[in-house]
């Protein structure tokens, strides 16, 4: 009797376990941004992932690495940390990185208000 038991608790086991082997959505994920990367969009390059601003410090997650602001990414200096965007200061250049590539922020507000349409 115990074996049956052992082995039926075996295959329920065995049974779960390629179920559980999907993948997990990550509910903070804002529900326009897709995981896999179109087929127009590149790849190459960092990608911010994150930003931490507090009242005292400023980081970012960049390709999957932590960098405080004035921190080094590779060959880059993390030079300013905003909302949405952050800025990597190369030798010879700069580069900003966007949390949400190919969306821009819009003030609705003040440009209802210059149309006189928000009371």
Do not use: H, W
Not at 17 to 42: C, F, H, I, M, Y
């Amino acid at each position: 009797m115990t074996r049956l038991l052992l082995l039926g608790f075996g295959l329920g086991i065995a049974f779960a376990v390629p179920a559980q082997t999907k993948a997990l959505v990550d509910p903070t994920r804002p529900p326009n941004v897709s995981e896999e990367p179109s087929a127009g969009e590149a790849t190459i390059g960092p990608r911010l992932q994150s930003v931490l601003i507090s009242p005292t410090r400023r980081a970012a997650v960049i390709s999957g690495t932590a960098v405080a602001l004035g921190g080094r990414f590779g060959e880059a200096t993390l030079e300013e940390v905003t909302e949405s965007a952050v800025v990597l200061k190369y030798a010879d250049r700069r580069e900003t990185l966007q949390l949400l590539p190919g969306q821009d922020k819009q003030e609705r507000r003040a440009a209802a208000m210059q149309k006189g349409t928000v009371r």
